[in-house]
């Protein structure tokens, strides 16, 4: 099975989920794109099932121009996945469309204060290693009362192919993994643009106040999110 075969594979599962298919949007901006690894494709737009839409109550989500690189404002990439999974109970029929205005709080409204975006594969034996600590640390327990919120996306199936509905399901209900921070599906690699090396995954980091990029790190290690908890702190 080709590249092209795969993507009118997944075009056919999502039409039956009440996806559709647009190009990767152009970024724009400080900072330069570099697509990593092997994902490339169609993005993932639209929304299916019985859950409600999610409506960012922002309308005025920062300006241009945006960026990829640290210092520059992110621009308001938007998916198809869960904002709650576990409620959803991993239900691919149950399907929103998650935007990253979703999270933006620039007036104190909500108590969040970074957002952290992971970009993951399901061949990625280091992404499967950080989803599998943060659960058995309580990663997301600890970290949210603080001002955290997470988005997982997870862009590739085990044989290297845009990642399906049903391996996002798969990702997030596995008992190692048993995500119940938002979690979405982006098989058109939108986040390829923020990687500037070819090494999985991406751990983005974005001061919601702003919309603008903190840090990017490539790979996983033990200490990152104790990294993160300290600049929560002084936030």
């Known amino acids: 099975m080709n590249q092209e075969l795969a993507l009118l594979r997944f075009a056919a599962i999502s039409l039956a989920c ?3 298919s647009a190009p990767i949007s152009t970024m724009e901006g400080a900072g330069s794109s570099a697509a990593g690894s092997s994902a490339a494709g169609s993005s993932a ?3 299916g099932g019985s859950a409600p839409a999610l409506v960012s109550e922002y309308v005025d989500y920062p300006p241009g121009p ?3 690189a640290r210092g520059a404002t992110i621009q308001n990439l938007e998916f ?4 709650h999974p576990d409620q959803a109970n991993y239900d691919v029929t149950r ?4 935007r990253l205005s979703d999270f933006y709080n620039p007036d104190g409204r909500s108590d969040l ?3 952290a975006v992971n970009a993951s594969a399901v061949w990625c034996t280091v992404c499967r290693a950080e989803y599998q600590d943060l659960n058995s640390s309580d990663t997301y327990a600890t970290l949210r009362p603080k001002g955290l919120e997470m988005l997982g996306a997870l862009f590739e199936d085990v044989a290297y192919y845009p990642a399906q509905p049903a391996d996002l399901a798969r990702w997030g209900e596995t008992p190692a993994h048993a995500v119940k921070f938002p979690l979405v599906l982006d098989p058109g690699f939108k986040m390829g643009a923020y990687f500037d090396s070819d090494a999985t995954p991406l751990n983005l980091l974005i001061d919601v106040r702003t919309m603008t990029i903190v ?4 790979g996983y290690s033990a200490t990152y999110f104790s990294d993160v908890q300290s600049l929560l702190d002084k936030l």
Request: charged content about 20%; overall charge positive.
């Open 113 to 115: 204060k970074l957002l």
């Open 45 to 47: 737009a639209g929304s």
């Open 215 to 218: 840090r990017i790190t490539m």
């Open 66 to 68: 945006y960026g990829t």
């Open 95 to 98: 399907f929103e469309k998650v």
């Open 80 to 83: 198809l996945g869960w904002r």
């Open 18 to 20: 009440g996806c559709s």
